[in-house]
């Protein structure tokens, strides 16, 4: 079997996946001077282990050896990877999997779900936010890694997975099945608050751009055209994605330049058409904020056309390609039948139409090939970019971080003994407020009851102790005030954005 012109062309769109576009390397005469004793001292060291090592040994392992040596001598960013973790890499970076669509974390020692993708099998399952799973083909997942129980439950597209679910606000445990497909991760969260769009950004892979556009109709729909872009903690991913995004809200003209050290590899200009401005922004980033990310938070900052809130970003402008490498003997034989020397597998497919077999690619390194710079020529490399208003990093209150508290869904009704993520949720807003409340863990008990009962007092409504969906509002219009006030970087933001 091939290795897929469907995973070659993938990468294409990649960031850091920017193929060059230079001449073939083609050597017809000895040109290389001292690096021929180089690589005769190398083929030595080989002849020597295969005379001398008493063990077992691979002439294949003995090369991903010595390019993973030589590409993690570089910078911090260029690696090398053997086929099995390319597979994974690029599987991320193009954010499609098969398996059900579901997020999860550990809460409370459940594995918990805590997003479930839109026309997922999930979502068609009838898996909602809250849903506990303890069991996953009959087997219990207690005390199970969270990458183990994910692993668990991917598979192939059109094979059933039978899940244990304990579902949100109920404790009794339903068996369903789910079947497998091919599942976009959406790494896109928004949600209107007030006269305010909120959109984060987890990480520009392949699908951020459909799902950024989608909220952003959604935001048209309802008239919003204040937005806050929530980049912090985003590590970047790919170039177009970032690039399409920024051009949603960067005026007319340059976004990005992108730059190449080698002279076969035209610089690349990324430029925005939009005529006029459409929305008030404010953008949150943070030392975390890396990479592509940092090419909108540039653009947005050159071309005044929001206003960059938090700290200092992470300061990483470098620009990396993919690049799948041929064995020393697809090497060989290649050189054989087509008269040139090359190693890197795109040439073949680029110059000569060739696509290698999966046995002829011995591994890809991601390797450092240029660096892009902002709108007005800045470089940010191991610099970043100050914000234009600097606001310190919110902080953990009574032990909650208010970035990780959710808005109630009031789907359900919980009472004394339910149990779910409303119920979480519901505590920590309760905490924050200054009641009485043990740590949060999913469960409505007592203490958690009298919370609720003294709230609703408090508030005028009818103090009985069940989170009806009244006193989730009251609670969901506090959570919005306790993360302006908590949260002194969204504060900020919705405060420029109503002036």
Known sequence: ???????????????????????????????????????????????????????????????????????????????????????TFLSDMQGNYEGIGVMMSIRDEYITIVKVFPNSPAQRAGLDVGDRIVAVEGQSVSGMALDAVAAKIKGEAGTIVKLGIIKNGESEVTFVDVERASVKYNPVNYEIRGDIGYIQLDVFNSNTYEFVAQALDYMDQNNITKIILDLRGNPGGTVDQAVEVARRFVPEGVITKLAFKSEGTPDIIYSSELKELKYKLAVLVNGMTASASEIIAG????????????????????????IPILTPSAFKKY?????????????????????????EIVGWTKMTTGEY???????????????????????????????????????????????????????????????????????????????????????????????????????NEDLAELICNIDRQYGKAVEILGQ
Do not use: C, H, W
């Open 1 to 87: 079997m091939r290795y897929g012109l469907k995973k070659i062309f993938i990468v294409f769109i990649l960031i850091f996946v920017l193929i060059s576009s230079g001449t073939a390397a083609v050597a017809t005469e000895n040109t290389l001077g001292p690096k021929d004793e180089t690589v005769e001292f190398l083929k030595g060291v080989i002849d020597m282990l295969e005379d001398r090592y008493n063990g077992e040994i691979s002439v294949e392992e003995l090369v991903k050896g010595a390019l993973r040596g030589m590409f993690d001598t570089l910078d911090d960013y260029t690696v090398f990877y053997d086929p099995e973790e390319a597979e």
């Open 299 to 322: 653009a947005v900052q050159d071309t005044n056309s929001g206003v960059i809130i938090g700290t200092r970003t992470f300061g990483k402008s470098k620009v990396q390609n993919i």
């Open 335 to 359: 050189e054989q039948q087509l008269g040139v020397k090359l190693v890197d597998a795109y040439d073949l497919l680029r110059y000569y139409g060739v696509v290698p077999f999966d046995s």
């Open 373 to 475: 710079l902002t709108p007005n020529g800045r470089v940010i490399d191991g610099v970043g970019i100050e914000p234009d208003i600097f606001v310190e990093d919110p902080i953990a209150v009574l032990g909650i971080n208010i970035q990780t508290v959710q808005f109630l869904q009031k789907k359900i009704k919980p009472g004394l003994g339910s149990e779910g993520i409303d119920v979480l949720n519901a505590e920590k807003i309760l905490k924050l407020s200054g009641y009485k409340i043990d740590e949060p863990d999913m469960v409505l008990d007592q203490k958690t009851f009298e919370a609720i009962m003294e709230y609703q007092a408090k508030n005028g409504l009818y103090p009985y102790g069940v989170l009806d969906f009244t006193t989730q509002q009251y609670l």
